[in-house]
């Protein structure tokens, strides 16, 4: 991709992270939230699309349903450890499992442990919590198998997967090996911090995440809003990677915070260079890259556990 000028994104400065913000411009309009649902859909399936790579070799890939829920496993030679479940993003409302069909397969061979995506029912025509219990639904086959589970997530995926680690923990449930919530969205305080400062970030405003928070969640709820948890004692390890360039960035370091007083090992990834979905910018920037290879070793170090 050619190098875009600096003066189009002036709060980026990674040569990478500029050529992917134009590229996926042209794919999906920065006002996509004005167009109907079915418009937001085909345009965020055309974005993935363009930017998706090639699977890794010696990936087996096995499509599934629980109950009405379709799933697909990634299954790397050889396997070994818990089983990671994935959640993607896209605002609760976009994604499937050919969204993060490339992102999931790579995981899987640098963990070298099968990833298995969830196709959770989309708001709004399923708000919360139905996306929550598709993802329950799968989490509790897995736990099946006897290996404990990993939660992963990017986005809306990063929510999903911190509240299922909070409902494991109210239920009893598990084991749950750890939690890697990627730029999540948890529900913080919208008028202060990153929510100001990164209100216009590219790819991903404020007025963005508020509007996905409305289709989504209806009244406010604790599985819905993880950071309105009152105990974060007794929960999942978790390894956090926070966006500088998002207004979602300080919500990842509040749940850090709060994990860390509860005495809940954590890790936080703060990438000052990196936006919002930069997971598909894992090609074209080098920031962005690295900060995969750091996922990937977590996922296995939880995996493993």
Not at 61 to 90: K, M, N, Q, T, W
Not at 223 to 248: M, N
Request: proline share 8%.
């Amino acid at each position: 991709m050619k190098d875009v000028p600096p003066t189009k994104y002036p709060s980026v400065t990674d040569p990478g992270i500029r050529a992917f913000l134009a590229e996926g411009e042209r794919l999906y309009p920065a006002d996509a939230v004005s167009f109907t649902m079915a418009e937001q859909r085909a345009f965020y399936d055309r974005y993935c699309a363009h930017f998706r790579k090639p699977r890794p070799a010696g990936i087996a890939v096995e499509d599934f349903s629980v109950g009405h829920v379709p799933c697909r496993r990634y299954r790397p030679a050889p396997a070994g450890g818990a089983p990671v479940l994935y959640l993607h993003g896209g605002g609760y409302v976009v994604g499937g499992l050919d969204s993060h069909d490339d992102i999931c397969a790579e995981l899987a061979a640098g963990a070298a442990t099968d990833v298995i995506a969830v196709h959770y029912l989309l708001a709004p025509e399923h708000p919360f919590p139905a996306a929550l219990e598709d993802a329950w639904a799968v989490m509790a086959q897995l736990l099946a198998e006897g290996r404990g589970v990993v939660l992963a997530g990017d986005s809306a995926g990063g929510n999903l997967s911190a509240a299922l680690a909070i409902r494991a923990r109210d239920e009893g449930v598990g084991p749950i090996k750890g939690q890697v919530l990627i730029y999540p969205g948890l529900g913080g305080d919208h008028t202060q911090g990153s929510y100001i400062t990164q209100a216009h970030a590219p790819g991903l405003s404020t007025a963005d995440v508020l509007y996905y928070r409305d289709v989504y969640k209806g009244a406010p709820h604790k599985l819905a809003e993880p950071l309105r948890e009152t105990d974060f004692s007794r929960l999942a390890p978790a390894f956090l990677v926070a966006a500088g360039i998002d207004p979602l960035h300080d919500d990842c370091l509040a749940y850090a915070e709060r994990l860390k007083a509860a005495g809940v090992a954590v890790e936080v990834r703060d990438e000052p260079l990196l936006v919002h979905a930069f997971l598909r910018a894992r090609h074209i920037s080098r920031p962005a890259a690295e900060s995969f290879a750091a996922i990937v070793r977590a996922l296995k170090d939880f995996a493993r556990r």
